[in-house]
């Protein structure tokens, strides 16, 4: 089992910034890539951005150029740098790791944080 706490949600207005950081903590090794999903009311979870053990990441298109993310092994954190944040931002995001085949597939997890809002609004 892996365990993620996450932190750094808030209220922001739209052009400002926030940073998410999950630490994970468990049976870190059985994975192989960390990030975070995010979920709007009434709309499904989709994937904001991802990051490989080894550095690698992937971004939804709807955040390229604005988000960033990184992470510290040593530390078993994640982290999401947010800039330019608009209203169609606001969602819960939610932390996840997982061991994740080439093709897509977990052969660990995922495993999720708790989840923490985000709301951009003037």
């Known amino acids: 089992q892996v365990q993620l706490v996450e932190s750094g949600g808030g209220l922001v207005q739209p052009g400002g910034s926030l940073r998410l950081s999950c630490a994970a903590s468990g049976s870190i090794f059985s994975t192989n890539v960390m990030g975070w999903y995010r979920q709007a009311p009434g709309k499904q979870r989709e994937l904001v951005a991802g990051?490989?053990?080894?550095?690698?990441?992937t971004y939804a298109e709807s955040v390229t150029g604005r988000f960033t993310i990184s992470r510290d092994n040593a530390k078993n954190t994640v982290y999401l740098q947010m800039n330019s944040l608009k209203p169609e931002d606001t969602a819960v995001y939610y932390c996840?790791?997982?061991?994740?085949?080439?093709?897509?597939?977990?052969?660990?997890?995922?495993?999720w944080g708790q989840g923490t809002q985000v709301t951009v609004v003037s």
């Open positions: 990051i490989t053990r080894g550095g690698i990441p």
């Open positions: 996840y790791a997982g061991g994740q085949y080439p093709s897509g597939g977990y052969y660990s997890g995922p495993y």
